[in-house]
């Protein structure tokens, strides 16, 4: 059987069926507090890539920056009612912060600069680590994935995304830098399953932005070993699509879905489905 990358013996999965209802959503966490590896961009493509097979995907943008929010071409700056709005005005319906993309079955809770007051406005809460899950309640039943876009950090934010979810998917570049912090994040996944959230798994270790480089096999050698069968069989390439995608506002599964990142996006999408952390 031929291997991948790390030598495993390669895995396709099947194309999923299709499915007759829809929800109740699991929740995934899209988290690493090093910024630059990732995150946004395959927050919008797994969540790209499941709309394909017919999964309905929301994508929470849970960042000041509002990166998700403009990578599904919606303008972040012109929106009104944000991820911040829902969280803090307790007579709003979540219900009116959702947008729907130009794309079927998925759609995004926009987030803007407005979100980086939410950090300071959360010392002061009740029940602070449990706003966004309280916040996402009422949508659970409409979607089958509920994807969270966190901020490089592990601040309030991060804890309150990790407190709504289920799972955590970690992408890591496969660059050295890249794994240092990986370790703290552990820890902080760890204390948030020992005092708030004693379900929450580590679904998986998605590498990014691998290029066919002595240093590039080595940091993905290195992963593994950390990691083992935690690692993602599909390893995200760097390619120069990624951004053309993100420029014209869609996944890259929609943009060029016969590029081989838009493959491997794919990829992970129909993993995800196959170990049933997706229905």
């Known amino acids: 059987m031929p291997t991948d990358l790390l030598g495993r013996e390669y895995e396709t ?12 959503a699991r929740v995934i966490a899209m988290c690493n507090q090093k910024g630059g590896v990732g995150k946004t961009t395959s927050s919008i493509n797994i969540g790209g890539a499941l709309s394909t097979y017919g999964r309905r995907v929301l994508i929470v943008d849970f960042d000041p920056q509002g990166a998700a929010t403009v990578g599904l071409g919606i303008n972040a700056n012109n929106v009104e009612s944000t991820i911040y709005t829902a969280m803090f005005n307790p007579d709003m ?15 995004v809770i926009p987030a803007n ?10 010392v002061t809460e009740v029940g602070r680590e449990q706003v966004l899950a309280s916040t996402l309640k009422p949508l659970m039943n409409e979607y089958d994935l509920i994807i969270v876009d966190c901020q490089p950090s592990l601040g309030l934010l991060t804890v309150n995304a990790l407190a709504a979810a289920d799972g955590v998917i970690i992408p890591v570049a496969a660059e050295f830098f890249a794994l240092r912090g990986v370790a703290l ?10 005092r708030i959230n004693p379900d929450l798994q580590v679904y998986g270790v998605l590498v990014t932005m691998y290029t066919r480089t002595l240093h590039s096999d080595e940091v993905l050698q290195r992963i593994y070993e950390a990691f083992q069968e935690k690692v993602f ?31 491997e996006y794919r990829e992970v999408a129909r993993e995800l489905i196959a170990r049933g952390i997706v229905a």
């Open 13 to 24: 999965f099947d194309a999923p069926q299709t499915l007759s209802q829809h929800g109740p």
């Open 93 to 107: 319906d979540v219900h009116e912060v959702v947008m729907h993309t130009r794309f079927d079955d998925l759609d």
């Open 113 to 122: 600069i407005d979100l980086s007051a939410a950090e300071v406005q959360l």
């Open 185 to 194: 994040l552990m820890q902080s996944i760890e204390k948030v399953r020992t």
């Open 233 to 263: 069989h599909s390893v995200i390439t760097r390619s120069i699509k990624l951004p053309d995608a993100t420029v014209s506002g869609a996944p890259i599964t929609k943009y060029a879905p016969q590029h081989k990142t838009a493959k």
